[in-house]
């Protein structure tokens, strides 16, 4: 089943560019200046393409809110995760 920003983006080729951006806007805390900016400036030409893209960042912080609990859960995860981070810096 598709979440709600895969089904924007499934939608988005038959929206015009202002119904897009009012329904965009509603699924994240963009505003529909923000949309019209994004699209602006970018300049990405289909409202699917954004759409695609909003979907997969918002399914990477899905995974990576899913990442951050599973750290915390475990005793001691964080401070494992800050040396295992330090060796990286």
């Given at each position: 089943?598709?979440?709600?920003?895969?089904?924007?983006?499934?939608?988005?080729?038959?929206?015009?560019?202002?119904?897009?951006?009012?329904?965009?806007?509603?699924?994240?805390?963009?505003?529909?200046?923000?949309?019209?900016?994004?699209?602006?400036k970018?300049?990405?030409?289909?409202?699917?393409?954004?759409?695609?893209?909003?979907?997969?960042?918002?399914?990477?912080?899905?995974?990576?809110?899913?990442?951050?609990?599973?750290?915390?859960?475990?005793?001691?995860?964080?401070?494992?995760?800050?040396?295992?981070?330090?060796?990286?810096?």
């Open positions: 089943m598709a979440n709600r920003f895969e089904q924007l983006a499934k939608n988005a080729a038959n929206q015009t560019k202002t119904e897009f951006q009012i329904k965009a806007s509603s699924l994240t805390k963009l505003t529909d200046v923000d949309i019209a900016d994004i699209i602006e970018s300049g990405i030409s289909e409202h699917e393409d954004l759409a695609n893209i909003i979907a997969i960042v918002k399914n990477a912080t899905v995974y990576n809110e899913h990442t951050a609990k599973s750290i915390t859960s475990i005793t001691n995860g964080v401070n494992a995760l800050l040396v295992i981070a330090k060796k990286f810096i």
